[in-house]
């Protein structure tokens, strides 16, 4: 009898045994069911944020860079002499092998030599035909040389734009402007106009190229396109997205405080695409002993060039910087530091 008890006993103690470890397993299996339901949504939900942001990434320069705006853009580029712009059409390689297409207007024999040369980088869009407009005002008021360099993948310019192509394109126009013989390389002046701002401080801030350089005009141009992403994008996630899921960066911001050569900042207070703050920040973050800003009244950001005194004050600027030379080298037997731009106020 009391061996019946201790068996029913022992088979009370494994069945509630087996009991507790089925409810143990159960809920084991429920926890399971849970962890996958939570942590596979929020696998599946990382997966789709990196596919989204791998997209994006890829379609950056889709976004930055516009060869083919205006249509026909990529097949058709106005040439100088529909301005009366005598000019050289030229093609030269990059440092990589790819082929650049270039305008070189310039002055008359006699005074080719004895003004200044202006690289000119334009924007995002279009070709180096759309800034002939731009371009014969500053021929025509400042006297000047203009070599106008075709990024790649824009115009008659072979391959693919990207940010260090850019860059690589900017420092072979300089070395080709500063290879001739028949220019004044005392006085490089290089312009850059909203993304070209960009490429000519990346250029600027490098000591093998500073050394070329004049001075440096940089027309409503931004701080960075991360920094542009957030005045496009009115997204609180943009604030946190790490610099490394930026293909183009344009740090200029950065950059700028590296340079020592004088410096125009050209801003265009009606400017609506880049932010005038920008232009201020950057004027306050350059690290040039010589830099000035100009505020013009109702420039936009493509236009500010047709505002009235907008070559007076570049005209302004490049004298203060020969009668600065002077001062530093009175006994200088360049001819071109005792010229002056005639009759300044009517231009």
């Not at 990382?46 to 890829?58: E, M």
């Not at 703050?277 to 505020?295: D, T, Y």
Request: with cysteine; proline share 5%; charged share 15%.
């Amino acid at each position: 009898m009391g061996i019946r008890i201790q068996i029913a006993r022992l088979f009370r103690i494994f069945r509630h045994i087996a009991i507790g470890l089925w409810a143990l397993s159960g809920l084991a299996l429920v926890g399971c069911f849970l962890l996958y339901w939570l942590y596979g949504g929020l696998l599946a939900f990382l997966l789709l944020i990196a596919v989204f942001l791998g997209l994006l990434y890829q379609a950056e320069d889709h976004l930055l860079y516009h060869p083919e705006l205006p249509p026909h853009a990529r097949a058709f580029v106005p040439m100088p002499t529909m301005f009366g712009l005598p000019y050289e059409n030229l093609y030269i390689r990059s440092g990589d092998g790819t082929l650049l297409h270039m305008f070189f207007i310039k002055q008359p024999d006699d005074r080719i030599m004895n003004c200044p040369t202006i690289v000119f980088f334009h924007g995002n869009a279009g070709n180096i035909g759309h800034r002939l407009s731009n371009v014969a005002g500053l021929y025509q008021n400042l006297k000047c040389n203009i070599l106008l360099p075709e990024y790649r993948g824009y115009g008659l310019s072979q391959g693919k734009p990207s940010e260090e192509g850019l860059y690589m394109d900017a420092r072979s126009a300089l070395d080709y402007i500063t290879s001739r013989n028949d220019v004044n390389k005392s006085e490089i002046i290089v312009f850059g106009r909203s993304l070209g701002g960009a490429v000519a401080i990346d250029l600027a801030c490098r000591p093998e190229y500073a050394d070329k350089i004049w001075c440096i005009i940089l027309e409503n141009t931004f701080t960075s396109i991360p920094e542009m992403a957030k005045v496009f994008v009115h997204w609180q996630c943009i604030n946190y997205l790490p610099l490394c899921f930026y293909k183009n960066k344009f740090l200029s911001s950065y950059k700028i405080t590296m340079l020592r050569v004088a410096v125009l900042f050209i801003s265009g207070l009606g400017d609506t695409l880049v932010p005038s703050r920008m232009m201020n920040e950057l004027h306050s973050r350059c690290g040039s002993e010589l830099k000035q800003i100009i505020q013009i009244v109702n420039g936009t950001h493509n236009e500010t060039w047709t505002m009235p005194g907008y070559y007076k004050h570049i005209a302004c600027f490049l004298q203060s910087n020969i009668d600065k030379k002077t001062i530093l080298n009175p006994s200088s037997n360049d001819s071109s530091i005792t010229r002056t731009w005639q009759n300044i106020q009517n231009i």
